[in-house]
Every structure is written in C-alpha cells, then in structure tokens.
C-alpha cells in the first residue's frame, strides 16, 4: 500500500541528500570523524528516487552499496563536501542533511604516520557549517531538512539548533535509547519543525525514509508556510 500510495509524488523535484561521516585526516591513517553508518541517508535516497525524484547524493564513506539510479558524488573531508554541496544546491528543490560532519579538523597534519609515544595534545579548527552555508543561499520555495543526534534533552537541543541554523525541519535522533540508530537497520526519530514535533515510532530506516518524505511534502502545506 505504502508504496502506491507514494508513487511518483516527487516527481519533478530534485532531491539532494548527504550522507555518511565526513573524516578530517591526522596522518595518512588516522582521522577524526563523527559515527555514521549511512543507512539513513542511503535509504532516503533510495525512498525517494522511488518515488520519482532525481536524486543527487553527496556521500562521505560508508560500506554500503550505492543506489540505483542515483547521482552519486564522493567525498571524504567537510571541505569536499561542502564544495561538492555548494556546486548543486542551487539545482534542488529539497536538501536533506543527513550526513555526520566532522565538526573539526586538525590545524596540522602529519605527511607521515605519527608515531605512538606518551601523550598527545591534538590542535584543531572548526569546520565550516555546511547546513548554515545551504540556507544562507536557498532559494524561494527550497526546503531544507538537518538532522541532529543527541544524548540528552533531545527536544529542546534539536529546536535550538532548528532555529540557529534557520532549517525548515530537523530529524532528530536520541541516541540514548538503545538497539537503534547508529549502525543499526532501525530507528525512531522526532520530526521538528518551528512549531511542530512529532514522533515516528520505531521501525526500518526504509520505511521511516518514506515517513520523513512524506513529512518533508507536508511542510509545503499551508500550515507552515
Ligand atoms: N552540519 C553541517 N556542517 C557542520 C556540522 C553539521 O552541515 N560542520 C549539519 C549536519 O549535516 C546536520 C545538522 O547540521 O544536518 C546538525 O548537525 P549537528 O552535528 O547536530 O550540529 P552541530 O552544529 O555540529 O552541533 P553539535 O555541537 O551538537 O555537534
Ligand atoms: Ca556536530
């Protein structure tokens, strides 16, 4: 039924997705990285690509297989990404951020492998906020979408960054519970907006791919606007 219901009703819209954990170097084998497996991002672009949408997704590692059907572009570091993001954004209709960003990166990097020896005090930079740089250009009628994983409050950290962020809605996951979530094939989220939260329930990221589509089309309806 789910997928009757659904067919077709993103097409012509332009879908770009990201996913999995951006990684910011050390040394030729060590990075800094935020966990992300890539199955909720992979499985949105899948979900929607389904449903009719061209989809464009800018992916950070993962060890999934990619898509059918579906402009793949990889990157590794945020600065990739966000070059990557920042050439195409201006292409969709709807940006679903669901990639783990390093959040930062070493000032220095090491040309060769460090070698292990007693304590180490790592300098590092923040990384540019792709999220805030893709509202900062959005264009009329373009929806946004983050996500956002917390330990605690979840609620009121996840509206927080909806509003600093300026997104139209953010997906977020309390990564307290257990069994779900990261690298998990199940999950439950909070769909956010300014003055909405609703809870979908814990099920396969496929079919909470369909549900948050489905809620990302409703922020089109006249209730929100
Ligand atoms: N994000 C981004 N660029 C960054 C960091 C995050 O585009 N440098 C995006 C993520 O893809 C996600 C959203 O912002 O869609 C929220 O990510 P999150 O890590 O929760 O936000 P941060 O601002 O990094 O906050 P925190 O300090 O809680 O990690
Ligand atoms: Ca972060």
New binding site residues.
């Given amino acids: 039924l789910g997928v009757l219901h659904h067919r077709n009703d993103l097409s012509g819209e332009t879908v770009l997705i ?1 996913a999995g954990g ?1 990684r910011e170097a050390l040394d030729p084998v060590r990075f800094l990285g ?1 966990r992300s497996s890539g199955k909720m991002g992979y499985a949105l672009a899948e979900a929607a690509e389904r449903r009719g949408a061209r989809v464009i997704l800018v992916s950070a590692p993962t060890a999934l297989r990619p898509p059918a059907n579906v402009e793949i572009v990889p990157v590794i570091t ?1 600065e990739e ?2 070059g990557e ?1 920042i050439n195409r954004v201006d292409q969709a209709s709807i940006v ?8 930062y990166r070493p000032i220095r990097q090491s040309g060769q492998k460090m070698k292990r020896q007693g304590p180490l005090t790592l300098d590092l930079e ?9 509202v900062a250009r959005r264009h009329p009628g373009q929806l946004i ?6 330990t605690e409050n979840a609620v009121a ?2 509206r927080d ?1 909806l509003l ?2 300026g ?1 139209d809605a ?2 977020l996951n309390d990564v307290s519970r257990e069994g779900i979530g990261f690298d998990s094939d199940r999950n439950a989220v909070t769909f956010l907006t300014a003055q909405t939260s609703l809870d979908l329930p814990e099920m396969t990221k496929r079919d909470l791919a369909d549900r948050i589509l489905e809620e990302i089309l409703g922020l089109r309806r006249p209730q929100h606007v």
Wanted: charged share 25%; aromatic share 2%.
């Fill in positions: 990201t951006t935020n945020t990404m966000r993001v679903i951020k669901a990639a783990a960003v390093a959040d923040p990384t540019a906020d792709i999220l805030s740089e893709v979408v983050g996500f956002a994983a917390e950290h996840g960054k600093r962020k997104a953010i997906v």
